[in-house]
Nanobody
């Protein structure tokens, strides 16, 4: 049974930092590209960041470039999202997602939510202004 479990969300003041974690089980983690998406109240789910299965390639939404950093630890079977200089508009539920890319280059990343077959339950991030 595949499970993606996010943690690390919470309430933080604008300008602060949070680190989200996504613990994965039930799949061969090193075969999967990983990503973070977010969904604010009343809005569609949107792409935040992605990392290739090799860890060598990353991609970010323009709105978070320079503030957020995605990483992965294949030994710990975990993906992280380091969020700095948080803004009120970063408030959302953050979701972790996984996509098997073993048939493709180890450098491929995807920013389309339809590309991802496995999802976590989400963790709430609230930034107060």
């Amino acid at each position: 049974q595949v499970q993606l479990v996010e943690s690390g969300g919470g309430l933080v003041q604008a300008g602060g930092s949070l680190r989200l974690s996504c613990a994965v089980s039930g799949l061969t983690f090193s075969s999967y590209a990983m990503a973070w998406f977010r969904q604010a109240a009343g809005k569609e789910r949107e792409f935040v960041a992605a990392i290739s299965r090799s860890g060598g390639v990353t991609d970010y939404a323009d709105s978070v470039k320079g503030r957020f950093a995605i990483s992965r630890d294949n030994a710990k079977i975990t993906t992280y999202l380091e969020m700095d200089s948080l803004k009120a508009e970063d408030t959302a539920v953050y979701y972790c997602a996984a996509r098997n890319t073993i048939m493709y280059s180890g450098s491929v990343v995807y920013n389309d939510l339809r590309s991802y077959g496995y999802w976590g339950q989400g963790t709430q991030v609230t930034v107060s202004s």
